[in-house]
């Protein structure tokens, strides 16, 4: 079997079956990046926990807000690093299947932003670090290694967008709330 249907089928799985996540203690981040900085007025880390599946470690998340609490309605970034290799094809792929299971956006508006995020995504390698700030309800701007890759807006975007990772409905609610700083 190539390479290339190898790592489709390990996607396959990883988006059919969910993520396992693990917490990590050895990641822990005692300064928020350049970005984040930028962005949050005094960034404290809310939470962090290590993606992986299988004995795969794919990214490492960090949660950020002013005071180290989570709230939907109050600034936040989002810090993603990564362990492995992902194409934009892949992040974009994966970003837009989450979109259409986690909102009620229709066909029409879903390929639209689809386009929006693809000008946004790049490959990502181990130590890449992808990181997305929610500072007002209707934007989210996404920075890879700590220059900015793009701004997308639309109404109540921030909700939406960080739902795939935050949310309780997301494919790893146990690990969302781990990053959201609230009991398992």
Not at 17 to 37: C, F, I, K, Q, W
């Amino acid at each position: 079997m190539s390479s290339f249907v190898m790592r489709k089928a390990l996607i396959a799985l990883i988006a059919s079956a969910g993520l396992t996540l693990a917490s990590s203690a050895s990641m822990a981040t005692t300064e928020a990046p350049a970005e984040v900085r930028a962005a949050i007025q005094a960034p404290q880390p809310v939470g962090q926990a290590t993606f992986s599946w299988l004995f795969w470690d794919l990214f490492d998340g960090s949660l950020w807000s002013n005071d180290g609490k989570f709230s939907w309605d109050q600034p936040f970034a989002l810090t993603l690093t990564y362990r492995t290799d992902f194409s934009a094809q892949e992040l974009t792929d994966q970003t837009m299947s989450e979109l259409d299971r986690l909102t009620n956006w229709s066909d029409d508006t879903l390929a639209s932003f689809a386009g929006e995020v693809a000008r946004c995504m790049a490959d990502v390698g181990n130590g890449d670090r992808f990181t997305a700030t929610g500072n007002m309800p209707d934007r989210v701007v996404l920075y890879l290694n700590g220059q900015q890759r793009c701004s997308l807006e639309k109404p109540g975007l921030r909700g939406q967008f960080f739902r795939i990772w935050l949310s309780d409905n997301s494919k790893f609610p146990a690990k969302s709330r781990q990053l959201t700083g609230r009991p398992e």
